[in-house]
């Protein structure tokens, strides 16, 4: 299913000096602009969908071989203590 994007783009940001950039794009320079900042913003293409969209997709996803528990679960104590601490996250480390 295609998603709606405009056609031009610009973004602004700051490089690793803390300098200004600006860039502009139009067709799929536009797009790949607004793909990357929706994950800046937290969301994902599927979440650009329907519900129902978002419904098949899960459903499709969950039934992949793959599909399974995240190798660093994020509701482990590893993880919580990882995030409190900036501790290793290596999940056969002692820590966890």
Excluded: K, N
């Amino acid at each position: 299913m295609p998603t709606t994007r405009a056609a031009r783009a610009r973004v602004t940001g700051q490089d690793v000096d803390g300098r200004p950039v600006a860039h502009e794009g139009e067709g799929l320079s536009a797009r790949c602009f607004q793909h990357e900042v929706d994950h800046l913003d937290g969301v994902l293409y599927v979440d650009r969908h329907p519900p129902a969209v978002r419904a098949r997709a899960d459903e499709h996803l969950r039934a992949q071989d793959w599909f399974g528990t995240p190798a660093i679960d994020p509701r482990s104590l590893a993880y919580t203590r990882a995030q409190s601490a900036d501790a290793d996250l290596d999940p056969l480390s002692s820590g966890g």
